[in-house]
Nanobody, 116 residues
Framework: QVQLVESGGGLAQPGGSLRLSCAASGFTFSRYAMNWYRQAPGKERELVAS????????NHADSVKGRFTISRDNAKKMVYLQMNSLKPEDTAVYYCNALGPVALYWGQGTQVTVSS
């Protein structure tokens, strides 16, 4: 059974930090590119960051570049999103996504709220 389980969301103050984690199971994790998406109320889901399966090459949306960092640990089947210098506009539900040769999987999401 494929599972992607996000954790680490919550309430943070502007300028603060959070670290999101995504635990994967039920598929060959190392063969999948991993992504973090987010969706704010009333807005479309957007890609925040991605990391390739083999080389671990990363890409970050312009809106988070220099503040967020995606990483992965293939041995632990985990992907992370370190979020620093948080802004109120980062408030959203954050989703973990696994993209493979023939499949696409989603987690259930974790809420991140940035507010003073």
């Amino acid at each position: 059974q494929v599972q992607l389980v996000e954790s680490g969301g919550g309430l943070a103050q502007p300028g603060g930090s959070l670290r999101l984690s995504c635990a994967a199971s039920g598929f060959t994790f190392s063969r999948y590119a991993m992504n973090w998406y987010r969706q704010a109320p009333g807005k479309e889901r957007e890609l925040v960051a991605s990391i390739t399966s083999a080389s671990g090459r990363t890409n970050h949306a312009d809106s988070v570049k220099g503040r967020f960092t995606i990483s992965r640990d293939n041995a632990k089947k985990m992907v992370y999103l370190q979020m620093n210098s948080l802004k109120p506009e980062d408030t959203a539900v954050y989703y973990c996504n696994a993209l493979g040769p023939v499949a696409l999987y989603w987690g259930q999401g974790t809420q991140v709220t940035v507010s003073s």
